[in-house]
């Protein structure tokens, strides 16, 4: 649980406020499907391949290169959170490929922000000597984002999460609670629903290793207000009522 708590620093989705011209409305619904794991994942598998040979069909350039690189970060995802590392790498090594063919059609705040998270994602599941070569590269990634989005909250959540879930030394899980908290009364800062998710469950999560286990409880139950399915989410919430008693 520790090793799998720790690496979600490269998962949290982090998706940001999207043009809504830029990706197919379908793909919301893939993404709070994961979330929710509302699907098996046989199930999000079939829907992600038919939904990667229509943006074949529909899209073209930029537009195609961005949604099936944001497809194969979904399915990463899911994977992800059955533990099968193998299947989850496969799906983010496609994903780094379509953002990287998506940036040089265009390069803008959305296809460096799924690149970024392709590499951070593909880092909990890959050997450390791949973290090592491309773990580097998800600042200055995320910097470019900013540069190019002020207001991208997802690239502020991704500033922020190492306070959080980096191992000790350098985590700093009480300057963690604060830099995420204020992005939620941020006027400066646009936060779509994934990623309020994300910056409340971490909130959360920061709270339960400090051991104060009831207001870990009270963010992480103000999380699945936005995605109630979430099974990693309950599992910490078990996980802090065990430790209380």
Not at 93 to 122: F, H, R, V
Request: with cysteine; net charge positive.
């Amino acid at each position: 649980m520790k090793r799998k708590i720790f690496v979600l620093v490269f998962l949290f989705a982090v998706i940001s406020c999207f043009c809504f011209g830029q990706l197919p409305k379908e793909y919301y619904q893939f993404r709070d499907d994961m979330y929710n794991f509302a699907k098996s994942p046989e199930e999000m598998e079939v829907t992600g391949a038919e939904l990667l040979q229509k943006a074949d069909k529909e899209l073209s350039g930029y537009e195609k290169y961005l949604a099936k690189a944001r497809y194969e970060f979904i399915l990463g995802r899911v994977w992800f959170y059955q533990n099968n590392n193998e299947k989850a790498g496969q799906h983010y090594d496609k994903g780094i490929e379509y953002a990287d063919l998506a940036i040089k059609e265009k390069s803008d705040a959305q296809s460096q922000l799924i690149y970024a998270e392709n590499i951070s994602a593909n880092c909990a599941v890959k050997p450390v000597s791949y973290v090592l070569i491309w773990g580097v590269k998800i600042s200055p990634l995320t910097k470019k984002v900013l540069d190019m989005d002020s207001k991208n909250g997802a690239a502020f959540y991704m500033q922020n999460a190492q306070d959080v879930y980096a191992p000790a030394p350098f985590n700093n899980h009480k300057r963690g609670i604060k830099k995420m908290a204020s992005l939620l009364d941020n006027p400066n800062v646009v936060l779509d629903k994934d990623d309020k998710f994300n910056v409340l469950s971490s909130i959360g999560y920061a709270n339960m290793q400090l051991k104060k286990y009831s207001e870990a409880i009270k963010w992480l139950e103000d999380s699945l207000k936005i995605y109630p399915g979430n099974k990693y989410v309950q599992s910490l919430i078990e996980e802090c009522k065990k430790l209380q008693n």
